[in-house]
């Protein structure tokens, strides 16, 4: 099923806030810490498009990775976009929680990974 311009901006709004509509594509940019993190981005991106056999367009850069679905078949926003959208940013975004054994990448320039949004 294709998704309307209002029908995608309103499930983006409820579901994947940090992701607009532009183009007729669905987009994110994470902002990373510098080239390594890019690398590593780019290629947490890339496992779970393949895992998940649909695969987005993406801008990389020094410290930034830009996200782009579309379903090419259908030529149009689909579920298929939503869902992959949703893993790629649970996966991306993710941090141990505070009270785990996990500590989380220290507060320090030198060590930072991605540029988080609360």
Do not use: N
């Amino acid at each position: 099923m294709a998704y309307t311009d209002a029908e995608i901006t309103a499930r983006l709004a409820a579901e994947l806030p940090h992701w607009r509509l532009e183009d007729g594509w669905i987009r994110r940019t994470y902002k990373t810490a510098g080239w390594k993190s890019t690398l590593m981005l780019v290629s947490t991106i890339g496992h779970v498009a393949e895992a998940a056999w649909h695969h987005p367009d993406l801008a990389v850069s020094y410290a930034f990775v830009i996200v782009k679905l579309k379903t090419h078949d259908a030529k149009a926003i689909t579920d298929k976009d939503f869902a992959l959208a949703a893993q790629i940013e649970a996966v991306v975004t993710w941090r141990p929680p505070k009270d785990g054994c996990l500590e989380g990448t220290p507060d320090d320039p030198r060590l930072r990974y991605l540029r988080y949004e609360s």
